[in-house]
């Protein structure tokens, strides 16, 4: 039931493909872009390829970059004996406008989810356990969302990392269990970091 000419219909359907785009918005999206001018139109789709040709995953954080290690990892201010481990670069960002925190990340990519199949090999657990086995980290900070999979998957890491001689703590969350840090605020982002305790 194609009520558009085929090449619209498509570009409708690509946007119906992204999460949270019902049918009436991807057709909105999908006329705006018709009716944008071409240098405009050619800008977006760059946009699209080029974020995906060039953005890598840093090698010692796994945090997305632009090929190399990530500025954060290069840079010689950052204090690299303390790791924040992440579930998603989002929460770097989250943690970053804070402006409270000085070390290291670590990236999981996710948590440990049963139910979404995603398992403790599906994720940087492995890189984030043989930077702590160098020794030079004196702690891990598990900044996981508070909720079901993020606690499940902090104690996971905590067990791995228990016979290496680093301190483990846990973010002192403010906020209700459940929610999210990508959403948490400055304030709260920094009392949640200043508050951790050891696990
Ligand atoms: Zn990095």
């Known amino acids: 039931m194609e009520f558009f000419p085929a090449p619209l219909e498509k570009l409708v359907e690509q946007f119906a493909r992204l999460p949270g785009i019902g049918g009436k918005s991807a057709q909105r999206l999908a006329f705006h872009v018709l009716g944008l001018p071409e240098d405009e139109a050619a800008e977006f789709a760059e946009a699209i390829l080029n974020a995906k040709r060039n953005v890598t995953c840093c090698p010692a954080c796994q945090n997305f970059t632009a090929g190399g290690l990530c500025p954060i990892c290069a840079s010689p201010k950052r204090d690299a ?47 984030l356990v043989e930077r702590v086995a160098k020794g030079d980290v004196t702690e891990v900070i598990m900044a996981t969302n508070p909720d079901t999979e993020g606690e499940a998957t902090a104690m996971y890491i905590s067990r791995l990392l228990r016979p290496m001689e680093v301190k483990v703590t846990r973010l002192a969350y403010g906020v209700p269990v459940g929610s999210q840090l990508e959403y948490a605020d400055e304030v709260t982002l920094s009392r949640a970091l200043e508050g951790r305790q050891e696990i």
Do not use: F
């Open 81 to 127: 004996s303390t790791i924040c481990v992440v579930a998603d670069p989002r929460d770097v960002a989250a943690i970053e406008r804070s402006r409270e925190y000085n070390g290291h990340y670590h990236v999981l990519h996710g948590v440990i989810s049963p139910m979404n199949h995603v398992g403790p090999d599906d994720l940087s657990i492995k890189s």
